[in-house]
């Protein structure tokens, strides 16, 4: 006799929106991502932030005077990273992350570029 066994579990992940790993943006636009929890169940998930190239939480209660910037969490539960007027100093990696089921780390990553407006 045989057994074979399958699992039937999906695989859970953060997706960013839009899927570009590197996401190029002209000084002076407003620039949305989304971040999405995605085979998963949103109860389990804690934690769930942004993070600038620095590391820092970007979060509405904090005040960013070099390029202002700002998190919402959404009624589909999505994160949405709001900049506003992108600058030259917005380039880096931005993180979204969060802790599902109070022991999987996820995180998912995404490149910011930024690039002079052609006139």
Not at 79 to 86: E, N, S
């Amino acid at each position: 006799m045989r057994l074979c066994f399958v699992s039937l579990t999906n695989a859970v992940e953060l997706v960013i929106k839009p899927s570009e790993n590197v996401q190029k943006k002209a000084v002076g636009k407003t620039l949305l991502l989304t971040c999405n929890l995605e085979g998963g169940d949103y109860s389990l998930l804690s934690e769930f932030e942004w993070r600038d190239p620095f590391n820092q939480v970007i979060n509405s209660e904090m005040r960013r005077v070099i390029m202002p910037m700002t998190t919402e969490r959404w009624a589909d539960n999505k994160l949405a990273l709001i900049i506003p007027q992108m600058k030259e100093e917005g380039s880096g990696n931005y993180t979204c992350s969060g802790v599902y089921a109070k022991s999987q780390k996820l995180t998912k990553s995404v490149t910011l570029q930024t690039f002079g407006e052609i006139l």
